[in-house]
């Protein structure tokens, strides 16, 4: 089934491989970063900054549902790519 999904997004030009996505290294990269940084400043500084998990949890589920995902938005500021 994944080999069918390859040749199909092939076929209609759609990006394959990681290199080819910028966009989605960028905003893994982001959310990475703010879940490590959130545990260095909970576990260092204060126990509070562990809900930055819970907010980059809520991010990630509403925009698997909305499609809307602000690193989103930020690259194409960066970088003047749209979709």
Known sequence: MYIYHMIKHAEVGI???GAA???ERFVRGVAGTVVLVGFVLGWFVNDLFFL?????????LQS???GFCPPEKIYER???ESA
């Open 15 to 17: 990006p394959t491989t």
């Open 21 to 23: 996505r910028p966009r």
């Open 52 to 60: 930055i998990h819970v907010f980059v949890g809520l991010n990630l």
């Open 64 to 66: 698997s549902v909305t």
């Open 78 to 80: 960066l970088f003047g």
